[in-house]
């Protein structure tokens, strides 16, 4: 017999939102398993700089086709049903990323797993944002962010042992195989562990809400709080809701001037701004950028280890303090610190020199680049990583929040391509301090847009966001 119930409930929305969650932890690892490949799909496919970054990059185009349209389809079919969908689809991606014997098979299974990226993106945090009472529903929902880099992390490990034990990403590893293959059909693990958890969580109750599934609502409802406030939850959730229609994507439409609601632009600006400081560079390209500042392949994947664990670590003090302090002084912070430490590796950059043809910086530059890089992917992770998802997770209405998860995860993910098609063209045309100078730039321009735009949603329930 549980003698305290709340308890027993605080730890069941734990498990929940941790399963949810996984959906994050293969997003970082599908994201960041590119990193450790990227001389062997040039080996592999015999592409130019253009072409790998395609190579790359295409994943975020499925992305931004995942994140669209799960959005909207969970709206209709439900957020449980869409994180299934996404589990399937990492599985299919993590094979087929790993059989490809050319550029265009390597692309569409990369979309595929894309699309479940996208999907787990901003499905797992609206669930989590839905299920998690509001005294802690941004520490829950940072736990997507924790996923996350926790995937990245263990891609960046798991790169980093599998090249180790071979010899090199191009190297032949086991049965034959290239190692590159390998670091893609190790994510087969986590996939199939996503897929069988997601078949025994509960369906979001504010979704069976919008669906007049009242009864269903009740029972999840009182699963996550105190039988007695289950009622009145339930009566708050329906005025939040149009009763004339289910919700649309025309919800995020103002009726009187045509055009979007405001809040739908800043969870845009959010969504963008979260891409434009350059992070996912680091992710994706980081032993391309170590390799070309003098490092070997070895040390530039043990420097995506150390910044994976620097990134959990920033990530703990979110946790800590993002229902303490509140979102917008997390992002604000975030904002100035990694503008800050983008000056700092712009600077270093600028002082690099060209040896035999491949960019070199003096010793104390480099420590200045290594450091200057891991207190950016810091104060990122501290702030703008997860705070953005739990931002868009709850701050639309219950009408529109499919539909406004839908269109921010869109432009997240376009701005997300365009950063990452971009780098390898910046390195090769403006350099590395060109390239950081303009992530530096929009770091600023982020801080300026917090100030501005951003309204506090710490405490708030989610039947209390308004349309403005």
């Not at 931004?64 to 909207?72: D, I, K, Q, S």
């Not at 990492?90 to 299974?109: D, K, N």
């Not at 709080?225 to 994507?249: C, F, G, N, Y």
């Not at 376009?414 to 590395?432: D, Q």
Request: proline share 3%; hydrophobic share 55%.
């Amino acid at each position: 017999m549980n003698n305290n119930p709340l308890l027993g409930q605080s730890l069941y929305i734990f498990i929940i939102c941790c399963i949810a969650a996984i959906g994050g932890f293969l997003f970082g690892f599908d994201s960041g398993v590119i990193n450790g490949t990227v001389d062997g799909l040039q080996s592999a496919f015999n592409s130019d700089s253009v072409g790998t970054g395609f190579n790359v990059a295409s994943m975020l185009l499925g992305c931004a086709v995942g994140a669209f349209f799960a959005g909207r389809l969970a709206d209709r079919f439900g957020r449980k049903a869409l994180l299934i969908v996404a589990a399937v689809f990492f599985i299919v991606s993590a094979w087929g990323s790993g059989i490809a014997a050319g550029s265009l098979e390597f692309i569409i299974y990369r979309v595929v797993g894309g699309m479940a990226v996208g999907a787990a993106s901003v499905m797992a945090p609206a669930y989590i944002s839905e299920v998690a009472p509001s005294a802690y529903r941004g520490r829950l929902a940072t736990i997507q962010q924790v996923a996350i880099i926790g995937g990245l992390f263990m891609a960046f490990l798991s790169n980093y042992l599998l090249a180790k034990l071979s010899g090199s990403a191009v190297s032949e590893l086991w049965w034959g195989y290239a190692t590159w293959r390998w670091m893609f059909w190790i994510e087969l693990l986590p996939a199939a562990i996503f897929l069988l958890a997601l078949l025994f969580i509960p369906e979001s109750p504010r979704y069976l809400v919008s669906r007049g599934r009242q009864e269903a609502a009740r029972r999840v409802l009182s699963l996550v709080m105190p039988e007695e406030s289950v009622p009145a939850k339930l009566q708050e959730i329906e005025a939040t809701l149009t009763r004339d229609h289910a919700p649309r994507l025309g919800d995020v439409i103002n009726r009187a001037t045509g055009r979007l609601h405001s809040i739908v632009w800043v969870g845009i600006g959010l969504a963008v701004f979260q891409q434009l400081v350059g992070i996912n560079v680091v992710f994706y390209y980081g032993a391309v950028l170590w390799q070309s500042v003098g490092f070997s392949e070895g040390d530039a994947l043990l420097i995506n280890v150390i910044s994976g664990a620097v990134s959990i670590g920033a990530c703990l003090v979110s946790i800590a303090y993002v229902d303490r302090i509140g979102r917008k002084p997390l992002l604000w912070m975030g904002s100035v610190g990694m503008a800050i430490t983008l000056v700092c590796l712009v600077y270093a950059f600028s002082t690099a020199s060209l040896v035999d043809g491949e960019v070199r910086l003096s010793g104390d530059m480099g420590t200045l680049a290594l450091f200057a890089a891991n207190a950016y992917v810091f104060f990122f992770n501290a702030s703008w990583g997860p705070v953005m998802w739990v931002m868009l997770g709850e701050m639309f209405p219950n009408q529109m929040r499919g539909s406004g998860l839908a269109i921010a995860g869109l432009c997240q993910w376009l701005a997300n391509f365009a950063i990452t098609m971009t780098f390898p063209i910046f390195l090769s045309s403006i350099g590395l301090s060109g390239a950081y100078s303009f992530y530096a730039l929009c770091a600023v321009l982020s801080a300026y847009f917090v100030r501005r735009c951003i309204k506090e949603t710490r405490g708030k329930e989610l039947e209390e966001m308004r349309y403005e």
